[in-house]
């Protein structure tokens, strides 16, 4: 951010004006000062109890300075800050992210599986700030979260706000790609997609995974599968948001990479498996590449006035030596 005035001419102006004024007061005090002492002849001459020179010097001061700020506040002072505008629009991506408690799962360098999933959402949606991401929740049943948008506030809000078990035990694969095909659907964007991340099998809802993926794939949108850990006895821990009982251990992970695999092939797309935290990552890197599109921009400059601050600052500041002046100097001169 930057500062500028819309007349600068009237700055020069009041430095000028202001400094000569200055340089007479000295002048004119220094030739024109008589010193007539107060009290008796041979006595303590009168002092007054408060230091009268220095507070002439605050009145000089405020004066000048208050004149100052209304040539500034004259010469139009505004903040200019330039802003970075999209000139076409990105990609509408919808996460379908599994929150069933096996999600839970600490196999991801030491952090759940859950939770660095919502780390790596957020990371994807930072880096591309032309594309609408929407955000769909599967545990017994599927919910849309957050529809596709560019407010990357209100999808981050409602990703940190996402708990395991939320939805339920179960794993309703099929109602949260049904969703997901159901508001992507009717989407212009140039590029539309749909991310399915998840550790487990559909064992859950009334749509069946392949056909719901098939229903994206007529709807004209991409398909990505993640399967995120493995199987055999994975350590789990964390807070049933219901109970609000902590529940640690470990569980049998039914992971099966081919029921994945063959949702993604259902829907034209393609299963990336994620075993670990580095491959979960290059998991994303891959959804990036291939969603890419070229993002054209442009800036602007925006401008805000601050004039009446000055103003106000002025006037007080004025006023103030004016007080000074009358009710403070006047008991004494």
């Not at 957020?122 to 609408?132: H, K």
């Not at 940190?160 to 309703?172: H, M, N, P, S, V």
């Amino acid at each position: 951010m930057n500062i500028g005035f819309e007349r600068p001419f009237l700055l020069f102006a009041g430095a000028v004006i202001v400094f000569v004024c200055f340089t007479v007061s000295r002048f004119l005090k220094g030739a024109f000062t008589l010193l007539i002492p107060l009290g008796p002849p041979g006595g303590t001459p009168f002092k007054p109890p408060i230091n009268v020179e220095f507070l002439v010097k605050i009145i000089h001061f405020l004066d000048l300075a208050g004149v100052f700020a209304l040539f500034i506040a004259a010469a139009g002072p505004i903040f200019i800050s330039t802003e970075t505008v999209w000139l076409n629009r990105g990609a509408d991506i919808l996460f379908v992210v599994d929150v069933s408690p096996s999600m839970a799962g600490q196999d991801m360098n030491g952090r759940s599986r859950f939770d660095t999933a919502r780390d790596l959402v957020r990371d994807f949606a930072s880096r591309r700030p032309t594309d609408a991401i929407g955000l769909v929740a599967v545990g017994n049943d599927a919910s849309l979260l957050v529809p596709p948008t560019v407010d990357r506030t209100a999808l981050f809000s409602r990703l940190e706000g996402l708990r395991i078990g939320e939805l339920g035990d179960g794993t309703a694969l099929g109602m949260g790609l049904g969703i997901a095909a159901l508001h992507i659907r009717n989407s212009s964007a140039p590029r539309r997609a749909v991310a399915l991340i998840t550790d487990g099998e559909n064992n859950a809802g009334a749509i069946h995974p392949e056909t719901a993926a098939a229903a994206l794939q007529n709807a004209g949108a991409s398909l990505w599968v993640i399967g995120v850990g493995g199987g055999g006895e994975v350590p789990i821990d964390y807070v049933d948001p219901v109970t609000r009982i902590r529940r640690t251990g470990t569980f049998d992970s039914r992971f099966n990479a081919e029921t994945l695999r063959s949702i993604a092939l259902s829907g034209g797309g393609q299963y990336i498996p994620a075993p670990s935290a580095d491959a979960f990552s290059h998991a994303f890197s891959r959804i990036d590449e291939g969603e890419l599109i070229i993002r054209r921009s442009g800036s602007i400059n925006r401008t805000r006035s601050f004039q009446v601050p000055l103003i106000i600052a002025a006037l007080v500041m004025i006023c103030a030596a004016r007080y000074i002046r009358r009710h403070i100097l006047g008991a004494f001169l």
